[in-house]
C-alpha cells in the first residue's frame, strides 16, 4: 500500500483495534441510541445492530481459511452465514490471480481433429458393411459407436477435418432408403430368387409412399440386375 493511500477511505474489510476498543466503551453507554453510537463510530447504525448480536464472532480471512479451516464447503457455509461486515474480504487482485491459476488446460483441438477422424471414417464402414439390419448413417449413431455422441454435438465447428467425413458419409432419409434397395436387390440374388420390383419393395423394408417416390430407381435397379444376370448366363451357354 502506498502511503498517500493510507488515509483514503474505501470498502471497510476489518474494524481496527482503535474501533474496537471505542465501540467497547460506547456499549455501556445506555443514555446513548443506536444512531449517536453510529454517528460516533462513523458507521450506518445497522452495523452496530449486527455487531451487538454477534459480538463473540470473529472476521475469518478467505486468505487464511486454508490454514483453519481444511474443508472448502465449510468455509463458504460459515462465510456465508456471517455479516458482511464481520468478513474479511479478500483482495481482488488475489480473486483474479487464484482465477486465472483455476483455468483448465488449453485443448489442442487440431489435434483430436486428426485423432477422431479415423474412428468416424471406421464407425461408417462398420454401420454400412453390417450384416445386421441396416442403420441409417448419423451423427448420434457414429458417436454412440465411438462414444463420443456429445463432443461431435457440441464441439463439431471445432473439428473440421471430422466435420467434412460427417458431412460427406452422413445419409439423408432418401439416400438410407436407396442403400437399403440396393441391398435387398443383392439379397435377393443371392438367395437365388427371382429379383422383381415387389420383392425388392418387401425385402427393403419401404412403406407405400416411399416406394412409389423411388419407383423410377427400384426398376432401374432391377433391370440392370437381370440384364447382368442374362449376360453371365448367355456367357456360360
Known sequence: MK????????????????????????????DLSLRQKAAILGVHYSTIQLKLRAPN??????????????????????????????????????VKKDKRNSRPL??????????????ILQAVIDIKTSNHKPIRV??????????KLSLLEKKLHCLPVCKNILDDAVETIEQFQL??????????YQEDASVVRWKVI?????????????????????????????????QIV
Do not use: Y
Not at 472448502?72 to 455479516?83: E, F, G, K, M, Y
Not at 442403400?179 to 435377393?188: F, G, H
Open 3 to 30: 502511503p498517500e493511500d493510507r488515509m483514503k477511505i474505501g470498502r471497510i474489510k476489518k474494524f481496527g483495534e482503535i474501533w474496537e476498543t471505542k465501540f467497547k466503551e460506547l456499549q455501556v453507554h445506555a
Open 57 to 94: 464472532k470473529v472476521a475469518i480471512s478467505v486468505d487464511s481459511a486454508s490454514d483453519s479451516i481444511k474443508n472448502p464447503s465449510i468455509t463458504r457455509q460459515l462465510n456465508r452465514s456471517l455479516p458482511k461486515s464481520l468478513v474479511e474480504v479478500q483482495p481482488e487482485d488475489d
Open 106 to 119: 488449453r485443448i489442442d483441438w487440431s489435434c483430436r481433429d486428426r485423432e477422431l477422424a479415423p474412428f
Open 138 to 147: 448419423t451423427i448420434s449413431e457414429i458417436g454412440r459407436r465411438m462414444n
Open 179 to 188: 442403400r437399403r434397395i440396393r441391398l435387398a436387390v443383392e439379397k435377393l
Open 202 to 234: 418387401r425385402k427393403a423394408g419401404l412403406r407405400k409412399e416411399a416406394a412409389q417416390k423411388l419407383q423410377i430407381e427400384i426398376d432401374r435397379l432391377v433391370n440392370e440386375h437381370n440384364a447382368s444376370q442374362w449376360r453371365r448366363n448367355t
